[in-house]
């Protein structure tokens, strides 16, 4: 399984790369690929708190052997 996180203002990284690798992962017979644009730029400070929730969730259905709480916000 992989999940590609991409930021759709990356100034680093083209987003076509993502849609490329995920296509090509997919044309080799690697169906559990996902890819999630998001409006960030470039690295994890761009993920708001549904990103950070689709990875948590990704990594509780594919790492078998973890669990990852989502964390509380503190006020």
């Known amino acids: 399984a992989l999940l590609v996180v ?3 203002q990356d100034p680093l990284v083209p987003v076509d790369q993502s849609e490329t690798l995920v296509q090509k992962m ?3 017979g690697n169906e559990n690929v ?3 644009v998001v409006d960030g730029g470039h690295g994890f400070p761009g ?3 549904e990103t950070i929730s689709t ?3 990704f990594f509780n259905q594919n790492l ?3 669990s ?3 964390p509380s916000k503190s006020k």
Do not use: C, W
């Open 47 to 49: 993920f708001n708190d």
């Open 34 to 36: 996902t890819l999630k």
């Open 6 to 8: 991409h930021g759709k």
């Open 64 to 66: 078998s052997n973890y």
């Open 26 to 28: 997919k044309s080799t």
């Open 55 to 57: 990875v948590i969730k």
């Open 68 to 70: 990852i709480q989502v």
